[in-house]
Each structure stands twice: as structure tokens, then as C-alpha cells.
């Protein structure tokens, strides 16, 4: 990162301020005694911002006084003249010391990283944000409102990286939309119920604890949760009402009672319905599961097995064939522990089906498969030779029997064409209890559904006493295989996706039980159509969320838990009772006894007449259904939100529960537009885990790790962290290295601010807005035009919800077009000129609107920072806080495309220029430029009654002077150029002007004395 040689580091640099005697090499030291200059160059992001536009390196100054170590003795050491002005005699320096305007401000250069934490909560503190987005409620009109509706976080652990790009995305658009006049409702949420807090809130030594005592502990973790996430949301400087009524939680008692309303709705639309069917079931958790609560593992590892059954009263003309060999339907599977249940085997009535007979290790036989997977089936089970007897089509096999081969009983083959030839044999063993499919086979020949399997996912009794209580992906399954014996044909390992419990991690199941369903069917042709009028961002999203919802099975919203919201229906010889009176009598019940109280309650407080013939469950509806339906709670039925935004993962839950339920219920999607963000990864693009020592707290982002408080970056390093690191649904990278980098970045910005603020103290803001724009020199006149294209493409990213365009507008305008040029050539204009000549008068006009609009743009993003600003900012500026200021359109003359062709053109020699003369101080140099047309153009365009042309020009080109005569001798530079069709010889070459001892410019007629411009400026103030 440091430059060691040629120009001397800033590490080694300090290293001689303080005399140490710690050069590692005589080489080192002898090159630092030998130099005539000692310049430091800073290769970080800050030290390459100087680099940019030809800017020479920023230098470091040693005096004679200064004690240098060197390897075996030390020496004095002096410097000569600098590039940057600083290193000069001390009388000089002193005479005029007093007479140049040079920037001040109590605004801090750096925060040490000890202090950010302190400097933060003290910014927050000044902010009141919270109380900023009361005030934009009370003030702003509600005819101009913007709903940001907040998709409720988990209420089960500490904060991560991944909730900070969430809410700190939130929170810059809800700024943004503040200051460009919108009233912007956005309702912090918590989802608070479901097995994840429950099985944190219940440890081991606390099973076998009653649903009221399980219900009171999870309450109380979810609780501490929503407080502990809420005091990070605060300290990320969130723009919210965190009182009671301004956020929400699903446990609310008011939340229950209108959701469990809403499935009385549902069910009287027909929407809703009970179904013995098989789902989604999780043996570790003991609870059905939704689609969007698995995540698939690609590396389970499953066992496989061909398995042959034998074929029984095969039709006459069949039998004649084969004569008395056995007949075998082979099948092949990766869940044999379903195989116990199975009631039939599946084929494809449009499929052909060779019968042939085929001899392996163990014994020759005849076999019934699919003529297509015949070659993959015989190498499968290592068939030494195999005849073809005969080909049947598919609608041949129908109405055949075959024997269980564990309990010896005949079974149907039955035709459907969910049979396929991707892999297998063409014929599917079927157990309803354990697929939709197969259910649905069983469905249609009126099966029985075998249900083998408890919820722990271990064999009933039923599955008889050698499976009785084991469990099915371990002992159970052995002994399964155990059982077939001589039915096995191959058995070996098959790794492949299989779908896990995204809480337990663990595999789950298809298990048949008893469950409420929503008929997802039913709106499934509005839900998609609706899709086609929201804007979903990125593009890929809309394909997703549609493929989600277009191949959605019933949506399974029952819960057999304790920690959610019941169902509130009553059941009558098995049959469900759901009706208006239980409903309103279970809310009042919740209104008077608390949220538990349908567990606390009997079947007389809901029903007055027989409760004995009625039953009670306590099972929970599902917390996607909870969260899904936030949006009836806090937008009501009437309106839309404008916007959702959560991460790419909620196509299959969020997005599409909340599209689901509004379809149900008011026939329109709950949002306009969707946008969705990448997920979190770590420099190498690996997903972040404690075992791979990768996790990064943003709590430590914030206020550095417990034993190294230097570590500390603060929350404005978080903030640009994150928004500039969104790119759509791209991964989003964090490592110690990028927040470092993160940093400097953001401290190049707060640089820029405090040149600006130093600048601009003891300006009168009235007096600088009565200068018209047409009075301005050309080249602050093209720094208005760079800055209204800076902020009309920073507006138009932030519409597009874009903050990482944003990101790298902002911090290229900051580090090239303002600092690295537009400062670097203002400095003589703004220390040197009379304080009130309308040379400095221009340049102060545009830095109080870089000061404005750059406020304004950073504002949303980096709230602290701006804030902070402000409290450093001049009274006699006038400049409100930017949080409560409107982002107003921009003046139209700056906009000036003329402005902008006139300065290119002079900007391109100037690029030649710098690219050739790097390093050298340009100061010294006088510049010629001839070629008639275009130097005739140029000092036409360039003029100003105040100032001449040449000198806008030789501020421009940073030297001595600027003429249109080709009489330089001893040229340290010569091109000829073309541009715009023209010829233009430019030509560099030492001035023969003398340095100004005030100004420092080599402008002076004779050496030692004032240049005419200093000289007036002297007169004035001894007047």
C-alpha cells in the first residue's frame, strides 16, 4: 500500500519527523539524506484521489531542525521548495500569513475510530430521527403519500449483516422520498411466532413443559428479541416511529384476532378446506411444513434400491409366453422405508414395455420394464445376458396383480402418466401416504393411503412389530431392507437435492395427515395475471415469483405447535365446526383472558348449548400465513403499498404469501413494486458461518471488536457499505478488507465537506444568490453544469431504487470533479483574492451549491455524516437540515450544453498536458497554445470583464501564465494537437516570471516583489 521508492512512504516519512533510527536499509537511509525534496505519497484511496485529473502527490515537509536516524550516525537534514506551497522561508511565509482568506471550520477533518461510536450516538442524539419522521407525518401532504411496507424480520437472535442491507436499503428510500416532498408511512414489524423462536425458548431441560408454559417462554424470548433488534435498528439511524403504534408484532393481541377473522373469511369464500392429504412433514420439528419453509441440501446422500415384485394371474396369451418362469416387476427407489406402504405400482399407458428374460448372478428370470430404460436397467443390476421376448404396449399391463413382497398380499398395477423414462424402470412404486402424486393415484382407483409413519418419523405399530417405533432413515430403514431379502436386485448410495427443514437442518418427509389448506388454484390465474402490473426489480425476479406461484401446490396452513395462532374451529365426530360465533366468542376470550386463552379455555366458553359433543385442537395456523398478512394489518383493505423490498429468497415466501392472501381477499396484489436484494457472502463468495470463522457482526462494524476498540469504522461506514454494495440481486461481499476500503471512501467525502465548510465560513448566503449564473466565470459555470448532471443521474438511481449507481456517481464526482479538479484549481482564487472581488464571489456561488446538492444527494445514504455537517455549518449560510429539505429541481441555465462545448475542448489539452508534465510543479511553467481559429474561439469564450480569459485559462492548466503567441525557448513540452478539425500546437516552458512571495504564483515582474493582483489586494485591506 506504501510507496517506498522514488517518493518517500508517509509510514517512513513519520518516522523521520520523529528522528527514529529505524531504516532497515543503508540504501533507505542514504536516499532520504541525499534528497533535495522530500516528498510522500499516499497510494490509498485517499492518496490516489490526488493523483487524479494530473494532480501532483501530496508532499510532507521536513526543517533543519529535524533530527534524521540513519545506520550509524545522525545528520541534519533540510528540504527545498515543495510543489505544494508549504515548504517556505518562515519571514516570507509570515509577512503575508494574515493577509490570505484561508478555509476554516470546527468541522473535524477524522474521527478516531475510539471515538466513533461516542461522535454517533451523539449525532443521533442531535438528529432525532424518529422525531423527524413524526414531523414528516404531520407536515407533509396525504396527497402525496409513499408506502414502504416492511416485510417483519424474525424475532429469534441477535442482528446480522444480512438485516442490515435490508432496513439500511429501507431507510434510504424512505429519506429519499422525505425529501423529494412525499408523506412516506413505513411501519417497522416483527414476525414473532413459529417453531424457530419456540425451540430456542425451550431448551432440553425444559421438555415435556405444557402449550400455556411453552406459549409464556417463547413470548418472553420473542419479546426480548423484538427489543434487542430494535436498539441495532435505532442505531443504524432507521427513519421510524418505534413507540407501540407505530410498529407492529404478529403476536399482537389485535394481530391474532383479525388474522384468525381473516380464516373465517377465507373459509366462507371457499377458499380454505380440511384434507387428509400427504405434505411437507418434519420429523425434527413434529410440524407440517410449507414450501418456503425447506431449503435443499444437493449433497444427500440416499439410499437406493431396485426392488422386484412378483407378478401374479398374468392374462393367458402372457402366461403362454413365458411359460413357468417367474414374472418380475421391477421398480427402482430412494426411500425405501417407504416401501411398507406401498398399495400398487404406476405405469404409462403411452409407453412401451419389452418383456424380457434375463439372467444374473443370483438366478434367470423374466422381467416386465420400459423399453426405453431397458439397456439402464440391465447394467443397473448386472444382467449377464438379456433376450427380448416380446414388446406390449403400456395399456397391457392394466388390471394385473402383483405380491407385496414383506406382506404377501396381491396389489394393483395402475396406469398414469406421472410415469416417466428419465430414470427407473417405467414403473413407479406407489405409496399415497408419502407423495401428491401417488395420492393422487390413489385418488383416482380408490386406494388405501397406508400411514406407516408417526410425526417423529418413526414406524406405528401397524408397519408390524419387526418396523414397530424405529426410525425410518436408520434402523427403520435397515430393517425394511432386511425384510425385502431376496426382492433387493441392487441397492447402493444416490447423492441428489432433497429437501430439508430450514430451521432443524434435517431432512424432511412426505407424511399424509390431517391438515387446512388454502385453495391456491383457485387465484392462481388472478395472482399471475396481477403480477404483469407490478413492477418487479431485477427482471428475473418476475420470472421467479411467476414460476413460484404458477406450479404452487395447496398451501398447507396448519401447524401441529403450540407457539402461534390457533384455529379457531371446533370439531364434531371428527367433522370441523367453523362458524361466526365461535370466532367472535375466541377473540372476546383473547380480549379478556390474554393471547393464550384458547389453550386456557374449555369448549363451554366458546359454545353454550352440548359442548360435550364438540372437540378442541390446539394446532397454530402458519407463521408464513402470519406474516403474509401483514399487510391487511397495517395498510388495511383499502391501500396498495408502493413498495416491498426484501432478499431474493422471498419469491417463495414473502412476496408470494402477501400477493396470495390480497388475491384471496380484495382481488389485487398488496404492492406496485417489488424489489429484491442479493444475499450476504464473504470475500471469496462463500456463504458466512461461524465454522468458517468468516461471520461478521455489525455490531462490531459499529464500535470495533471487544479487544480492539481501533477496529471501529461507525455507522456511516456500515450505511455505504451496504448501499453501495447492492447491485440488484447480485451477491453483496463483506470482509475486514472492503469495510477498510468503505471506509476511506467515506472519509474522502467527509473531506470534501470540510474543504467546502471551510470555504464557505463568513459567506452571506443572500449575497451569493443575488449573482446571477450568466456573471460567472466559464469554468465555475462548467462546474454548475457537472453538478446538475451529477444529481439529475443521482436522482434518476435513486427513483430506480439504485443506490449502488448512486454509490459510484457520488464518490467519482467527490474524488474527481470536485476535489481533484475543480479544488485543486480554486485554492489561488479562494485564499488569494480580495474577499469580496467577483472572482472569489463566482467560485463561492458554486461551492455553496456543491455544498447544497451534495448534501442533499449524500443525505439519504449517509444521514450521520450530513447531519453532522450541519451542525458545523455557518448561521450566515442559512442552510436547513437536510433531512427536513426538499431536493428542488434544478435551476434550468445550469444545464448549459453550450457551457460544456466550450470547456471540453480545453480540458483535452489540458489532459495532454498533465499526462506529459506528471510530476513536475506546473506552476513554474508559462503554456503557449497557437493555431488561430481555435485560439481566436477560445479567448472568446474564456473572457470575463473581471478577469481575463489567459487567466481562467492558466487556473485551469495550473500555470504562471497562459498566452496565444508561439515565443517559448527551451520548451520543456510540445504537441500539436487536432481537435475539432483544428490544429493546435500547445508548448510548456519554464515562466520567466518571477514567484509572488504572497500568492506563490510565478507571476511577479521581479523577484521578491508582489504581483499586481496581491499588491491591490494589499492596498485594500491597509486602507
Not at 402449550?211 to 428479541?225: G, L, Y
Request: charged share 25%; with cysteine; net charge neutral.
Amino acid at each position: 500500500m506504501w510507496n517506498l521508492s522514488g517518493n518517500l512512504c508517509l509510514r517512513t516519512a513519520q518516522k523521520v519527523l520523529q528522528g527514529a533510527n529505524e531504516f532497515s536499509t543503508t540504501s533507505t537511509a542514504n536516499h532520504i539524506m541525499h534528497m533535495t525534496r522530500l516528498r510522500v505519497v499516499d497510494n490509498s484511496a485517499l492518496g490516489k484521489q490526488a493523483m487524479l485529473e494530473g494532480r501532483p502527490p501530496k508532499c510532507i515537509h521536513v526543517y533543519n531542525k529535524t533530527r534524521v536516524g540513519t545506520i550509524g550516525d545522525k545528520r541534519s537534514f533540510a528540504t527545498s521548495s515543495c510543489c505544494c506551497k508549504k515548504n517556505k522561508n518562515k519571514k516570507e511565509a509570515g509577512e503575508y500569513t494574515n493577509t490570505v482568506i484561508l478555509p476554516k471550520t470546527t468541522f473535524p477533518l477524522y474521527i478516531s475510530p475510539e471515538d466513533r461510536m461516542k461522535n454517533d450516538h451523539m449525532i443521533a442524539k442531535e438528529a432525532d430521527f424518529e422525531g423527524i419522521y413524526k414531523w414528516q407525518l404531520a407536515e407533509r401532504s396525504i396527497d402525496k403519500v409513499f408506502i414502504l411496507h416492511d416485510g417483519p424480520p424474525y424475532a429469534n437472535g441477535r442482528l446480522h449483516l444480512g438485516h442490515a442491507v435490508n432496513k439500511i436499503t429501507k431507510d434510504c428510500i424512505v429519506r429519499y422520498k422525505c425529501m423529494r416532498g412525499h408523506r412516506v408511512e413505513y411501519r417497522p414489524g416483527w414476525d414473532c411466532h413459529g417453531l424457530p423462536i419456540e425451540l430456542k425458548a425451550i431448551t432440553s431441560k425444559l421438555s415435556g413443559l405444557e402449550p400455556v408454559e411453552i406459549r409464556e417462554k417463547s413470548r418472553k424470548f420473542a419479546k426480548e428479541a423484538v427489543g434487542e433488534q430494535m436498539k441495532g435498528f435505532k442505531s443504524w439511524g432507521l427513519l421510524a416511529d418505534w413507540s407501540t403504534n407505530g410498529t407492529y408484532r404478529t403476536f399482537d393481541p389485535e394481530y391474532m384476532k383479525l388474522e384468525m377473522r381473516t380464516f373465517y373469511e377465507l373459509f366462507e369464500k371457499g377458499l380454505i378446506y380440511q384434507d387428509y392429504k400427504p405434505v411437507y412433514w418434519s420429523p425434527s420439528s413434529r410440524t407440517s411444513l410449507a414450501e418456503a419453509e425447506l431449503e435443499y441440501n444437493s449433497n444427500h446422500s440416499s439410499t437406493s434400491v431396485y426392488v422386484r415384485f412378483l407378478a401374479s394371474d398374468l392374462p393367458n396369451d402372457l402366461e403362454a409366453l413365458v411359460q413357468e418362469e417367474r414374472v418380475y416387476f421391477p421398480v427402482w427407489t430412494t426411500t425405501p422405508w417407504t416401501l411398507p406402504s406401498n398399495v400398487g405400482i404406476a405405469f404409462n399407458p403411452a409407453l412401451e414395455y419389452a418383456i424380457i428374460k434375463a439372467q444374473t448372478e443370483r438366478d434367470t428370470a423374466v422381467y416386465i420394464v420400459a423399453k426405453e430404460l431397458l439397456n439402464q436397467f440391465t447394467q443397473s443390476v448386472g444382467s449377464i445376458s438379456t433376450s427380448i421376448i416380446l414388446t406390449i404396449p403400456g395399456s397391457r399391463l392394466k388390471e394385473i396383480e402383483y405380491i407385496h413382497p414383506i406382506y404377501n398380499k396381491k396389489l394393483p398395477l395402475v396406469g398414469s402418466d406421472h410415469v416417466t423414462t428419465e430414470k427407473g424402470t417405467g414403473l413407479v412404486h406407489t405409496a399415497p401416504a408419502h407423495g401428491p402424486e401417488d395420492f393422487e393415484v390413489a385418488r383416482k382407483y380408490n386406494l388405501p393411503v397406508l400411514d406407516l409413519v408417526d410425526e417423529c418419523g418413526k414406524f406405528r405399530v401397524d408397519a408390524g412389530n419387526q418396523l414397530d417405533n424405529k426410525d425410518i432413515f436408520t434402523d427403520g430403514q435397515d430393517a425394511v431392507l432386511e425384510l425385502l431379502g431376496e426382492s433387493i436386485m441392487k441397492i447402493e448410495k444416490f447423492v441428489h437435492s432433497y429437501p430439508y427443514d430450514w430451521r432443524t437442518k434435517l431432512p424432511v418427509i412426505y407424511r399424509a395427515s390431517l391438515q387446512w389448506f388454502i385453495d391456491v388454484e383457485k387465484i392462481r390465474s388472478s395472482a399471475l395475471k396481477t403480477l404483469d402490473e407490478v413492477d418487479l426489480k431485477p427482471k428475473s425476479l418476475g420470472h421467479d415469483l411467476r414460476w413460484e406461484v404458477s406450479k404452487r401446490p395447496p398451501w398447507c396452513i396448519s401447524r401441529q405447535r403450540s407457539w402461534g395462532v390457533p384455529i379457531p374451529v371446533l370439531y364434531k365426530d371428527g367433522k370441523p365446526l367453523v362458524n361466526k360465533e365461535i370466532l367472535e366468542r375466541a377473540c372476546q376470550l383473547i380480549d379478556e383472558k390474554g393471547p393464550d386463552s384458547w389453550w386456557n379455555c374449555s369448549v363451554s366458553d366458546l359454545v353454550d348449548k352440548d359442548p360435550e359433543l364438540y372437540e378442541k385442537k390446539t394446532e397454530i395456523l402458519d407463521i408464513w400465513l402470519d406474516s403474509g398478512l401483514s399487510w391487511l394489518n397495517v395498510l388495511g383493505r383499502d391501500k396498495q403499498a408502493d413498495l416491498y423490498v426484501e432478499g431474493l429468497d422471498q419469491c417463495r415466501g414473502w412476496f408470494q404469501s402477501s400477493l396470495l392472501t390480497s388475491i384471496a381477499l380484495r382481488g389485487v396484489a398488496p404492492y406496485r413494486s417489488v424489489l429484491a436484494h442479493g444475499f450476504v457472502l464473504d470475500e471469496d463468495g462463500r456463504k458466512m458461518s461461524k465454522s468458517l470463522g468468516n461471520v461478521i457482526d455489525p455490531e462490531e462494524i459499529l464500535q470495533g471488536k471487544k479487544k480492539d476498540p481501533k477496529s471501529a469504522h461507525g455507522i456511516d461506514v456500515l450505511r455505504w457499505w451496504c448501499l453501495g454494495h447492492r447491485n440488484l440481486a447480485d451477491p453483496i461481499r463483506a470482509s475486514e478488507s472492503i469495510f477498510a476500503n468503505s471506509s476511506e471512501e467515506v472519509q474522502i467525502i467527509r473531506k470534501t465537506f470540510r474543504f467546502l465548510l471551510g470555504s464557505l465560513n463568513d459567506t452571506d448566503k443572500s449575497h451569493l444568490l443575488s449573482i446571477p449564473v450568466s456573471d460567472l466565470h466559464l469554468i465555475d459555470r462548467y462546474m454548475l453544469f457537472i453538478l446538475a448532471e451529477f444529481t439529475s443521474n443521482a436522482l434518476d438511481a435513486y427513483e430506480n431504487y439504485d443506490s449502488r449507481r448512486v454509490y459510484s456517481n457520488l464518490l467519482q464526482f467527490v474524488a474527481r470533479d470536485v476535489s481533484s479538479f475543480y479544488f485543486w484549481i480554486l485554492k489561488d482564487r479562494l485564499y488569494c483574492e480580495a474577499k469580496d472581488s467577483p472572482n472569489r464571489l463566482s467560485a463561492l456561488v458554486v461551492l455553496y451549491n456543491l455544498f447544497i446538492y451534495l448534501g442533499l444527494v449524500t443525505t439519504p445514504i449517509l444521514p450521520h455524516l450530513t447531519k453532522e455537517v450541519h451542525m458545523h455549518t455557518p448561521k450566515s449560510l442559512g442552510v436547513n437540515d437536510f433531512q427536513k429539505s426538499l431536493i428542488a429541481d434544478l435551476p434550468s441555465d445550469w444545464l448549459d450544453l453550450s457551457v460544456k462545448a466550450k470547456v471540453a475542448p480545453v480540458l483535452q489539452i489540458r489532459d495532454e498536458v498533465n499526462a506529459s508534465l506528471t510530476g513536475m510543479n506546473t506552476v513554474q511553467l508559462a503554456l503557449d497554445l497557437t493555431g488561430r481559429e481555435f485560439t481566436d474561439k477560445i479567448q472568446e469564450d474564456f473572457y470575463h470583464d473581471a478577469r481575463s480569459g489567459e487567466d481562467q485559462l492558466a487556473e485551469l492548466f495550473k500555470v504562471s501564465e497562459v498566452t496565444f503567441e508561439n515565443s517559448r525557448t527551451d520548451p520543456v513540452f510540445n504537441k500539436d494537437l487536432n481537435l475539432e478539425q483544428n490544429e493546435v500546437s500547445v508548448t510548456a516552458a519554464k515562466s520567466a516570471n518571477s514567484r509572488c512571495p504572497r500568492c506563490r504564483l510565478y507571476v511577479s515582474l521581479s523577484s521578491n516583489s508582489l504581483c499586481s493582483r496581491c499588491s491591490n489586494v494589499i492596498k485594500d485591506l491597509n486602507k
